[in-house]
């Protein structure tokens, strides 16, 4: 058992936003039925003493689903939850939305497999420090490590376990369902925004202390990216082709496997691949560059010094926690790979949204130039 020497030493230390704006954050559950939506809201907001902090992990309950998922023993779960269950986010639950005329552009975010809507919390924290609001989804496919639902008799719920690939099925066709579902999620996150920004509210919406309807004056919907990491990067890439408001996409270590070939002529619009060193495949890789020859304007670049789980929360775990976890982790500083990842995809957005902001400043980090980056895709030993 590798958990109770950690001590106090077992924290986590997720970084705050390091953009103009303070940032607020709540949830949003739609509907009664696995068919509904669940995401975690990050939006600049007016800063009040004596905000909370949310917990990093929402419940006990996924601590369980992450034990079962990256250490195969759900037994650990009282022993992950002892490690990391006090952890919280640096930013301020239910505080209210700050005012823009012109309106922020939304990002809706996918997470990866085996992952949750808060494990993203530095990524999204960061863009919205620069003012976009970032919806991040909780998907309902079977890939997070858990989640659930609340049915319409008051006080019930649904969990809803992750799966792995069932004994005889081929994973392509399991995963390629899940990433339709995914994808169409992304949609339906857009639509719930639409509606709101129509005026309309959904019945359905759970009330969490926070009203939605703030968002009506103060969302641009002509400027709208959707982004993912792993599952959620190709995620990111199909719901490009589901749904044309999605101006661009930014796929973090894209796991492209599961999107089948006939699909890729279709996709319309840019996509920034940020690839970590050491988990793709030269086969994955192929598939980003069909997608390069066909459009100008997509990316690839590699942050050289990082490993896969390096694009998540987990890369602020201490490093004894994180290599029992996950392995080696890359020698770059994790502080200096979120920089360099939402800069890179703050330039892009930049370009593809049309923002009048300074992110043009790191422009040159989409051509792969800067300390540890470089473009394209080197082959490292794959993880995969």
Same mark, same amino acid.
């Given at each position: 058992?590798?958990?109770?020497?950690?001590?106090?030493?077992? $924290?986590?230390?997720?970084?705050?936003?390091?953009?103009?704006?303070?940032?607020?954050?709540?949830?949003? $559950? @739609?509907?009664?039925?696995?068919?509904?939506?669940?995401?975690?809201?990050? =939006?600049?907001?007016?800063?009040?003493?004596?905000?909370?902090?949310?917990?990093?992990?929402? +419940?006990?309950?996924?601590?369980?689903?992450?034990?079962?998922?990256?250490?195969?023993? +759900?037994?650990?779960?009282?022993?992950?939850?002892?490690?990391?269950?006090?952890?919280?986010?640096?930013?301020?639950?239910?505080?209210? !939305?700050?005012?823009?005329?012109?309106? =922020?552009? *939304?990002?809706?975010?996918?997470?990866?497999?085996?992952?949750?809507?808060?494990?993203?919390?530095?990524?999204?924290?960061?863009?919205?420090?620069?003012?976009? &609001?970032?919806?991040?989804?909780?998907?309902?496919?079977?890939?997070?490590?858990?989640?659930?639902?609340?049915?319409?008799?008051?006080?019930?719920?649904?969990?809803?376990?992750?799966? +792995? &690939?069932?004994?005889?099925?081929?994973?392509?066709?399991?995963?390629?369902?899940?990433?339709?579902?995914?994808?169409?999620?992304?949609?339906?996150?857009?639509?719930?925004?639409?509606?709101?920004?129509?005026?309309?509210?959904?019945?359905?919406?759970?009330?969490?202390?926070?009203?939605?309807?703030? #968002?009506?004056?103060?969302?641009?919907?002509?400027?709208?990216? @959707? $982004?993912?990491?792993?599952?959620?990067?190709?995620?990111?890439?199909?719901?490009? @082709?589901?749904?044309?408001?999605?101006?661009?996409?930014?796929?973090?270590?894209?796991?492209?496997?599961?999107?089948?070939?006939? #699909? =890729?002529?279709?996709?319309?619009?840019?996509?920034?691949?940020?690839?970590?060193?050491?988990?793709?495949?030269?086969?994955?890789?192929?598939?980003?560059?069909?997608?390069?020859? +066909?459009?100008?304007?997509?990316?690839?670049?590699?942050?050289?010094?990082? &490993?896969?789980?390096?694009?998540?929360?987990?890369?602020?775990?201490?490093?004894?926690?994180?290599?029992?976890?996950?392995?080696?982790?890359?020698?770059?500083?994790?502080?200096?790979?979120?920089?360099?990842?939402?800069?890179?995809?703050?330039?892009? *957005?930049?370009?593809?949204?049309? !923002?009048?902001?300074?992110?043009?400043?790191?422009?040159? !980090?989409?051509?792969? @130039?800067?300390?540890?980056?470089?473009?394209?895709?080197?082959?490292?030993?794959?993880?995969?």
């Amino acid at each position: 058992v590798f958990l109770p020497r950690l001590g106090m030493g077992g $924290m986590l230390a997720l970084p705050p936003g390091q953009g103009p704006h303070q940032v607020g954050c709540t949830d949003v $559950m @739609v509907g009664h039925t696995q068919q509904g939506l669940f995401l975690r809201l990050f =939006y600049p907001c007016l800063p009040r003493a004596g905000a909370v902090q949310p917990l990093w992990i929402p +419940r006990p309950e996924y601590c369980g689903g992450l034990a079962d998922v990256t250490l195969g023993r +759900r037994w650990c779960s009282a022993l992950l939850s002892i490690a990391i269950g006090s952890c919280r986010v640096p930013v301020s639950w239910n505080e209210p !939305l700050k005012p823009c005329s012109s309106g =922020y552009p *939304l990002i809706i975010f996918s997470h990866g497999l085996g992952a949750f809507r808060t494990l993203y919390s530095s990524t999204c924290t960061e863009l919205a420090s620069w003012g976009f &609001v970032v919806a991040a989804l909780e998907h309902r496919d079977r890939s997070a490590a858990t989640t659930y639902f609340c049915t319409a008799e008051a006080g019930t719920e649904e969990w809803i376990p992750f799966q +792995r &690939v069932p004994q005889g099925q081929k994973e392509f066709y399991f995963r390629n369902k899940q990433v339709h579902q995914r994808a169409r999620e992304c949609v339906r996150a857009l639509r719930l925004f639409q509606g709101i920004a129509g005026g309309r509210t959904d019945p359905s919406i759970a009330h969490q202390g926070w009203d939605l309807s703030v #968002l009506k004056d103060n969302l641009d919907l002509t400027k709208v990216a @959707v $982004m993912g990491h792993s599952f959620g990067g190709v995620t990111a890439v199909l719901a490009l @082709v589901k749904e044309p408001s999605f101006r661009c996409a930014v796929a973090l270590d894209a796991w492209m496997f599961p999107l089948e070939n006939l #699909l =890729y002529p279709e996709v319309p619009k840019p996509v920034l691949f940020i690839n970590t060193e050491k988990f793709q495949t030269p086969e994955s890789v192929a598939k980003m560059k069909r997608l390069s020859c +066909r459009n100008s304007q997509t990316r690839i670049v590699t942050v050289l010094g990082t &490993v896969h789980e390096d694009q998540t929360d987990f890369a602020f775990l201490p490093g004894r926690l994180f290599s029992r976890i996950f392995g080696r982790r890359g020698p770059l500083d994790p502080h200096e790979a979120l920089a360099i990842t939402s800069r890179a995809a703050l330039a892009f *957005l930049q370009r593809h949204l049309e !923002l009048q902001e300074e992110f043009g400043q790191w422009d040159e !980090l989409l051509e792969g @130039v800067g300390a540890s980056v470089v473009p394209g895709a080197p082959f490292g030993p794959s993880r995969l």
